[in-house]
């Protein structure tokens, strides 16, 4: 018996990294899920990856999030190919880093699209299914650096944008038996902080040696700990818990 047995998660974003750590661990609990990612070929190729319980599936399929359209059209593949949705998880994300004074208009808005439009895009579409089955759980992507981080004025906004999202979410749709919370997670290791490695100049493995000497508990973090704490958040265990950002950085910012 799995925490999330018929249960259908929708994953953004999880072709790879945090998405995919996430959704093999929802998978892992019983859950059917639905790998979105913006190519819908590496979509699909990470959703027969995903180690499935009996009786669950997995599909892929390719949407860009900050395409309203798109979202709409993806929510409706996971609903028409899995036969309903509980469980939306808007972990989709890019970086567009550069000091304020060098950052384009483009890479701004960028950021804006696809970490705050996307997940509007996704959970508008997903909310009219919770509503009515009066049961739906939203977890949202956060980010350490929605409390202020060096060159990434456009994420670091968006990313508190995101807690004032999932807050609001949990204001409007508690009443309808939905759960509204957001991660903020500290280094993960994924290509996402091995791209920030090469930006910087360093080498993948000298950037996280770099990042586990300065954090309290001495490592970095790994999708797994995003995930294990994403399955809390998703499951009933947690329906006490609403509008909430958990930051789950190995202590990172605690001063
Ligand atoms: P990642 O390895 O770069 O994976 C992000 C995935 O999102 C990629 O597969 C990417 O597809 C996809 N994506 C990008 N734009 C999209 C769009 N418009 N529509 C659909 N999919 C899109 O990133 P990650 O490190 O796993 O991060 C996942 C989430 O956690 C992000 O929201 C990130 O901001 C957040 N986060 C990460 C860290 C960290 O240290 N890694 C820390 C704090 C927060 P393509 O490959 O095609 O671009």
Redesign the pocket.
């Known amino acids: 018996m799995g925490r999330f047995d018929a249960r259908v998660a929708v994953i953004?974003?999880?072709?790879?990294?945090?998405?995919f750590g996430t959704a093999q661990r929802l998978a892992s609990e019983g859950a059917s899920v639905a790998i979105?990612?913006?190519?819908e070929a590496?979509a699909q190729q990470a959703a027969e990856k995903i180690e499935l319980t009996d009786g669950a599936k997995a599909i892929g399929i390719g949407?860009?999030?900050?395409d309203s359209a798109a979202a709409e059209s993806a929510i409706q593949q996971v609903v028409d190919g899995l036969g309903g949705i509980h469980i939306l998880v808007n972990?989709?994300?890019?970086?567009r880093d550069n000091l304020l004074f060098k950052m384009s208009e483009d890479d701004w808005d960028l950021v804006m699209?696809?970490?705050l439009k996307?997940p509007f895009n996704m959970t508008k579409a997903a909310q009219k299914h919770f509503v009515d089955q009066r049961y739906g759980k939203i977890l949202n992507?956060?980010?350490?650096?929605a409390l202020g981080n060096r060159g990434q004025a456009n994420?670091s906004a968006a990313?508190m944008g995101i807690q004032g999202f999932t807050r609001t979410l949990g204001i409007e749709l508690g009443p309808f038996g939905i759960n509204a919370n957001a991660i903020?997670?500290?280094?993960?290791?994924?290509?996402?902080?091995d791209?920030t490695a090469a930006r910087v100049g360093m080498s993948v493995e000298d950037f996280r040696a770099a990042a586990a000497a300065s954090n309290p508990v001495r490592r970095v973090?790994f999708?797994e700990d995003?995930a294990a704490a994403a399955a809390f958040l998703c499951s009933d265990e947690a329906s006490y818990i609403t509008g909430q950002t958990l930051y789950v950085d190995g202590g990172a910012k605690l001063g």
Not at 12 to 19: K, P
Not at 36 to 39: K, T
Not at 184 to 193: L, N, R
């Open positions: 953004t974003g999880a072709a790879r990294g945090i998405g979105v990612d913006l190519d590496d949407c860009d999030v900050s972990n989709a994300g890019i970086t699209a696809v970490h996307g992507l956060s980010s350490v650096s994420y990313k903020g997670p500290g280094f993960i290791a994924t290509e996402m902080t791209a973090g999708p995003i």
